[in-house]
């Protein structure tokens, strides 16, 4: 089955970038569908921030796309996120994910774990 | 950007009740609406999608309805383990993908 699992550090310093990887296993990223990220500061709801295709096709909230970058490296079967200039409002849960292509529904079907990013001075 | 917003914020049920539980577009997103559940400590987790189609493993007590602006997610017989936050996602038009803000059913 499908499972995705981030890593990256669980601190940043203010105006510092955020660098998070999700690792893909039971799919090959190659093979199709948008991979993108998630995130939920604590208690509150869900942002999406964007997401890429395996042609490296990217959309971006934009909220949040001058800060922004997701790429994707088909041969480790990984996309990765950076968040650039963050602030303590950028502390959250962060999660990857895949989501769906424009015309079959792009909703989210799989979800990794989620990993906690603090931002701290 | 589509504004989704969901109500109420808290729904109070007994075990074995029906949850009825609703969101609202601020223009309409067809029938692209998916509905998630969410555990503390736990990723959410798709249960709808396409406003009423269960997603795989779903159990048929969930359902979904609507079209257009006005969604409703119902689960028809409350278990212990359907205590829960849920949020809808629009996906008509983005970017950006949407979320409500949730509604949280607990027990009353």
């Known amino acids: 089955q499908v499972q995705l699992q981030e890593s990256g550090p669980g601190l940043v310093k203010v105006s510092e970038t955020l660098s998070l990887t999700c690792t893909v296993s039971?799919?090959?990223?190659?093979?199709?569908?948008?991979w993108g990220w998630i995130r939920q500061p604590p208690g509150k709801g869900l942002e999406w921030i964007g997401s890429?295709?395996?042609?490296?096709?990217?959309y971006y909230n934009p909220s949040l796309k001058s800060r922004v970058t997701i790429s994707v490296d088909t041969s480790k079967n990984q996309f990765s996120l950076k968040l650039s200039s963050v602030t303590a409002a950028d502390t959250a849960v962060y999660y990857c994910?895949?989501?769906?292509?424009?015309?079959?529904?792009?909703?989210?079907?799989?979800w990794g774990q989620g990993t906690l990013v603090t931002v701290s001075s | 950007e589509i504004v989704m917003t969901q109500s109420p914020a808290t729904l109070s049920v007994s075990p074995g009740e029906r949850a009825t539980l609703s969101c609202r577009a601020s223009?309409?997103?067809?029938?692209?609406l998916a509905w998630y559940q969410q555990k503390p400590g736990q990723a959410p987790r798709l249960l709808i999608y396409?406003?009423?189609t269960r997603a795989t493993g779903i159990p048929a007590r969930f359902s979904g309805s609507g079209s257009g602006t006005e969604f409703t997610l119902t689960i028809s017989s409350l278990q212990s383990e359907d205590f829960a936050l849920y949020y809808c996602?629009?996906?008509?038009?983005?970017?950006?993908?949407?979320f409500g803000g949730g509604t949280k059913v607990e027990i009353k």
């Open positions: 890429i295709s395996h042609s490296e096709i990217t």
């Open positions: 223009q309409s997103v067809s029938s692209n």
């Open positions: 994910a895949r989501q769906g292509m424009r015309g079959s529904g792009s909703y989210i079907h799989y």
């Open positions: 039971g799919y090959s990223i190659s093979s199709g569908y948008y």
């Open positions: 396409g406003a009423s």
């Open positions: 996602q629009q996906y008509n038009n983005w970017p950006p993908l949407t």
